[in-house]
Every structure is written in C-alpha cells, then in structure tokens.
C-alpha cells in the first residue's frame, strides 16, 4: 500500500528513473555479451564433426539473445508504463541517440564482414564463425554507443 505521506512521482520523474535503468540494464547487458564471447571463442564447437547437444544449445543461446538485445535497444523502454511515462523516455534525443547507435550498428557489421573476407582468404573460417563475428560487432557496437550517448546528455 502506498505511503500517503509521500507524494506520487510525476510521470517525468518515472520516466527518468527508468531511463537511468535502461541505460543500467543495456551497458550490463553489453558487457556480459562481450564476455560470453571469449567463452565461445575458448570452447569454440567444431563444425566438422555433428554438433552435441550442449554445443546447439550454446549456439541458440547465442542467437536468442542476440535477438533480445537488438529487441531491447530498438524498443523505447517502458513497455508497461503509461503513455505519458512512454512519451518521456522516448523523447527526440533518445530517438536520434538510438539512430545513431544503430548506424553504427550497421556500418560495424559491415566492416566485420569485410574484414572477415579479406582474413579468410588467409586463414580456414567456418561460416558459423564469421556469421558469428559479424552478429556480436552488430549488436555491441549499437549498444556500447547509445549508452555512451545517453550517459553523457545525462551528465548536461
């Protein structure tokens, strides 16, 4: 039960807590995502011979949150928040921060991939390996840079 001592938030101060949040939740995200690489990349599946169990489990763990990730950073936060509380946290600068994050995304993903034909004519890659490069420079990438965004129009 509410304190009725204690005013209720205004949709602006919900909107800003929760924005601290995300950004929270996207730079944790971020970096457990990085750090999961060098756990793929130690204990790399061999293509070669048929996948185990365990190996198409970590390999659809991989894709699904890949996918949540890319889902997180594409939403505007607050899905069950009012439509006022919505409006706030997706304003125009979190709007153009997420465009420029995404761009970045993109030209991220590209040059992975460019430099992963150029490395491939020198050393043996599977495509599950280079696809797998690819998608983890296009999803940190964005995240890494809208966090960096978002952080420093908090501290103007």
Request: glycine share 4%.
């Given at each position: 039960m509410a304190?009725?001592?204690?005013?209720?938030?205004?949709?602006?101060?919900?909107?800003?807590?929760?924005?601290?949040?995300?950004?929270?939740?996207?730079?944790?995200?971020?970096?457990?995502?990085?750090?999961?690489?060098?756990?793929?990349?130690?204990?790399?599946?061999?293509?070669?011979?048929p996948l185990?169990?365990?190996?198409?489990?970590?390999?659809?763990?991989?894709?699904?949150?890949?996918?949540?990730?890319?889902?997180?950073?594409?939403?505007?936060?607050?899905?069950?928040?009012?439509?006022?509380?919505?409006?706030?946290?997706?304003?125009?600068?979190?709007?153009a921060h997420?465009?420029?994050?995404?761009?970045?995304?993109?030209?991220?993903?590209?040059?992975?991939?460019?430099?992963?034909?150029?490395?491939?004519?020198?050393?043996?890659?599977?495509?599950?390996?280079?696809?797998?490069?690819?998608?983890?420079?296009?999803?940190?990438?964005?995240?890494?840079?809208?966090?960096?965004?978002?952080?420093?129009?908090?501290?103007?």
């Amino acid at each position: 039960m509410a304190d009725p001592s204690k005013p209720t938030p205004t949709p602006g101060q919900i909107a800003e807590r929760l924005q601290r949040r995300r950004i929270r939740i996207i730079w944790a995200q971020a970096i457990l995502f990085l750090i999961m690489q060098t756990t793929y990349y130690t204990n790399m599946p061999s293509f070669d011979a048929p996948l185990r169990l365990v190996d198409q489990v970590k390999l659809s763990a991989f894709a699904v949150w890949a996918v949540a990730l890319m889902v997180l950073l594409a939403v505007s936060g607050g899905v069950f928040r009012s439509k006022a509380v919505r409006a706030l946290m997706d304003d125009e600068l979190t709007r153009a921060h997420r465009a420029s994050a995404l761009a970045l995304g993109y030209y991220a993903a590209m040059l992975a991939a460019i430099v992963l034909y150029v490395v491939s004519q020198y050393v043996r890659m599977s495509a599950p390996e280079a696809i797998h490069l690819i998608v983890s420079a296009g999803v940190l990438a964005p995240m890494l840079r809208f966090v960096f965004l978002e952080r420093r129009a908090e501290r103007s």
